[in-house]
Each structure stands twice: as C-alpha cells, then as structure tokens.
C-alpha cells in the first residue's frame, strides 16, 4: 500500500486546487482520498512536495505504427517491419512520458497495434494501456486503403467488421470519407455508405466493443452518426444540423485539431507530399470553425491527436490540450476532453479518467495548475500507472 501526501489534488469539474489530501493506493487502485484519511504504519509514504495531482491523461486517437516522418506510410512500406514496430514502442514510451496513460491506437498495418498492446499488459514494454483497432475499414480506393481492409458492399463490410472482432481488436475504425493523407481521395467526400457502415457498427455494439469514424465532409459525417458510430475523428466540416445529430445521438468529437496543423506548419519544404499540405491548407479554417460550433453546441469532446501523421510527434500531444485552448476551449474543458472526455468514450469510466475510489491508480505529477495555464500540462514531472512510479 503506498499513502501519497502534501499535494494538491486537482478537481476535474471546477479546475480548482484542493490541499491537504491523502490519497492511499492498494493493489494499483485508489483505496482512499480524503483529508482524514488514516495511513496504515506499513504503507510507503509519498511526499509529492506540494506539487499538483492529476488523472493520467487519455489520448483518444494515435497511430503508434506511423512514425510521424513527413510521409508516414512510404516510410512504412519501406522498411522493415521490425524497425516499424521497434519505432512504435519508442514512440508508446515517449507518449507515456508526457503524462498520457492510455491511448485508442486507430489503426495500423498487420494487426501490429494488437501486438503493442498485449505487450503493454504482459510488461513488455514502458507503454501507456492501449485499446487498438486493427485494419481500418475503408472501401476500395478509399481513405488508409494500403494498411486498412478494403471492403465493399453491405454484406463484405459485416464480414470486415467480424474479421476485426475476430482478430481481438478492442474498436472498430470504419472510414466514412476522404482524407488528407491518401492521394486521390477528398476530405469532402463521402466513401462508405450509411448502410455500409450500419452492420459494421452493427457488429462491433453486438460484441460489446466501440466505433469510430473518420468522418470530414459534412455528408459522410451525417452517414455515419445516423449509422450508429460512437465517435466522429477530424468533424472538419460540421454544421448546425449534423451537430444537433450528434447531440440527440450523444456522438463524439475527437477532433484532432493538430493534425492539419503540424501538416501546414512544416510543409513541402520538409518533405510533406504536397497533395497532403495542398489539402490540409484548404481544410484548416473549417476545422477550427467546425470546433467551435460543436463546442458551444455541446457536443461531447474527447481529446485525440492522430499523432504518427506527418511532424504529429508522439510525445507532443498534449499540445492538442493547447491548440483546443486557443481554438476557444478553456483549459478546464480540454483537460476534462483528456480525461473524463476519453475514459467515458472508451467506454473506460469505471476504471480511469478520473482520481475517484475504487478507480486504477493512473495519475501524473504537475508544478501549478493547468485551469489557470494550459501549458503547465507540458511540464510533466512524474506519471504512475496503477500507483507505481514510470516516469
Ligand atoms: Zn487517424
């Protein structure tokens, strides 16, 4: 049992700082918080020096395999696939250090994902707890359809989801439009069909296990909150009607604000593929916009990066926590889109997202409160995960 003192404990609903707390962990789950609490003469004392106390963060949307080159999946095609995976891990540890401890990897090629994340629950390597999609379910031609499983047809697309579910993966990635980082294919445009997409999350909910879609243009966004999807990744072109949609259908946005961002930032002259940067230019503004609306609409927000596309660095993303601050959010918001925001859309709010009894000890050490600065978040000093020590 370990009894961590003198910190301050920060409390997700109201971005306040509490003092004088105990936290007690036993067996990796918070056993006690309180004032006055009693620590038992046998348990470790830790002395967080005044230092502030937060949940570990959860970033909603990775792709560990991509290794955030300015092109990404030649890169993977060239390579070895051990170096891919072997980046991978570096890329998971990196991650971790920053204060995230879970993380819903989207996809990758070969079901590798599966792999990281058995290795993470047998110890294998430093890692934050992983859910993983497996192959991405596009159409053929359609958005990621060199790592995803091309599947066409209503009854092709039930039987790509069952694969899917088959091989273990914990959500299901179904692509509803085009893409920025996929030549040929437009961000506006919608790929799978409504009822494409219908049986996939069909069979995902049949087996008690997520979806999510990549889902940019306004049409197919509408296709696949009607189809039943649990969370929209990008939502670049959102408007009053489809956000009213996920509001009535409690759909997530993860919007992954960094993305086109770092795409943009860098550009042809570090080597992006200029359809890429052409692309991301042309949606950036919409996406912000897009943000924004959903935000004061209220629809529900989860924190996700897409970190492994081009110059979206595994280990910086937390400045996604920024960029939703600067697009509007306070910090409070992002920080709960990090925390409460992804455990409730992983499905994993019985167990993490917050510092509450009962819940697996999963927390991050700050100097400051992160309400008042959203960049404290970027300094963090200490990461357990169930109560122990990994950063
Ligand atoms: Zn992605």
């Known amino acids: 049992m370990q009894a961590y003192k003198n910190f301050k404990l920060y409390n997700l609903e109201s971005g306040d700082l509490v003092d004088n707390h105990v936290i007690l962990v036993e067996d990796g789950r918070f056993k006690k918080i309180g004032r006055d609490v009693e620590v038992p003469a046998a348990a470790e004392e830790i002395d967080l020096q005044g230092k502030t106390v937060l949940p570990g963060l959860i970033d909603a949307h990775i792709h560990s395999l991509s290794d955030a080159s300015a092109n990404p999946h030649q890169n993977m095609e060239e390579e070895n696939d051990a170096v891919t995976i072997l980046k991978a891990q570096k890329s998971l540890r990196k991650t971790l250090s920053i204060g995230i401890t879970y993380v819903r990897d989207l996809g990758g090629p070969n079901y590798y994902d599966l792999g990281l994340r058995d290795a993470e629950i047998n110890g294998i390597i430093q890692s934050p707890r992983l859910q993983v999609a497996g192959k991405m379910i596009t159409m053929t031609g359609g958005h990621g359809y060199r790592i995803g499983r091309e ?170 926590l920024k960029k939703m601050v600067e697009a509007g959010m306070s910090p409070k918001e992002a920080i709960q889109a990090a925390t409460t925001g992804g455990s409730e859309l992983l499905g994993i709010d019985d167990n993490y997202g917050s510092i509450v009894e009962g819940k697996v000890a999963d927390m991050v050490v700050v100097a400051g409160n992160p309400a008042n600065n959203i960049e404290v978040i970027f300094n963090i000093e200490q990461v357990y995960k169930a109560g122990n020590k990994v950063v």
């Open 151 to 320: 599947a066409d047809g209503v009854a092709d697309l039930r039987k790509a989801a069952r694969e899917q579910l088959r091989a273990g993966v914990d959500v299901v990635k179904i692509m509803a439009t085009g893409g920025v980082m996929t030549e040929g294919v437009e961000p506006g445009s919608p790929q799978l069909t409504e009822a494409e997409m219908r049986v996939a999350v069909e069979e995902a909910h049949k087996a008690g296990r997520k979806t999510a879609s990549h889902a940019q243009g306004t049409i197919g966004i509408q296709n696949a909150v009607r189809a039943g999807i649990d969370s929209i990744e990008h939502g670049i072109f959102l408007d009053d009607e489809t956000v009213a949609m996920m509001i009535e259908r409690g759909t997530f946005l993860v919007p992954t604000l960094v993305a086109p961002y770092w795409i943009v930032e860098y550009g042809v002259e570090n080597g992006v593929p200029k359809y890429a940067v052409e692309k991301a230019k042309r949606v950036i503004d919409s996406h912000l916009a897009s943000f924004e609306l959903a935000r004061k609409a209220g629809v529900k927000i989860a924190m996700g990066t897409d970190a492994g596309t081009p110059f979206n660095k595994h280990g910086k993303n937390t400045y996604e």
